[in-house]
């Protein structure tokens, strides 16, 4: 039987296929220093309680951090997304994204290395809501 909304899936992974497993791993391993920063930030409290995951695979996707249980994904944005082709594309990855039901919120490298304050205080009011 066909679904009504082919690309609608409730699972963790949303559809992610094996080549995009295999990238978020190589991602993992490589993380830049704004993930890292922030990584390390999401896995102490008040964070910790939502299980964010990095570099978690969401359909053709790879989301930086994502929480399930939340439906939330944090994505931090380094200079090529400033890219007037890459906002386009980051606009229609958003859209299908809320279409699974998934909220965004984003952060450049800039801000999570210069002020992770203000971010850690942007993610707490998002979790608050």
Known sequence: MKK???YHNESMWKGASPEIFKRAENLRNNPTEAESKLWEKLQSIPFKKYHFRRQHPVHH???DFYSHKL???IEVDGGYHEN???KV???QRTE???FQNLEIIRFTNQ???QDIETVLQTI???LDS
Request: avoid cysteine; charged fraction near 25%; proline fraction near 8%.
């Open 124 to 126: 707490s009011k998002k």
């Open 84 to 86: 007037p082709e890459q």
């Open 4 to 6: 009504k909304y082919p």
């Open 96 to 98: 299908l994204l809320q």
């Open 111 to 113: 801000q999570i290395l």
């Open 61 to 63: 996707f790879i989301a």
């Open 71 to 73: 439906q939330l994904i």
């Open 89 to 91: 594309k980051d606009q």
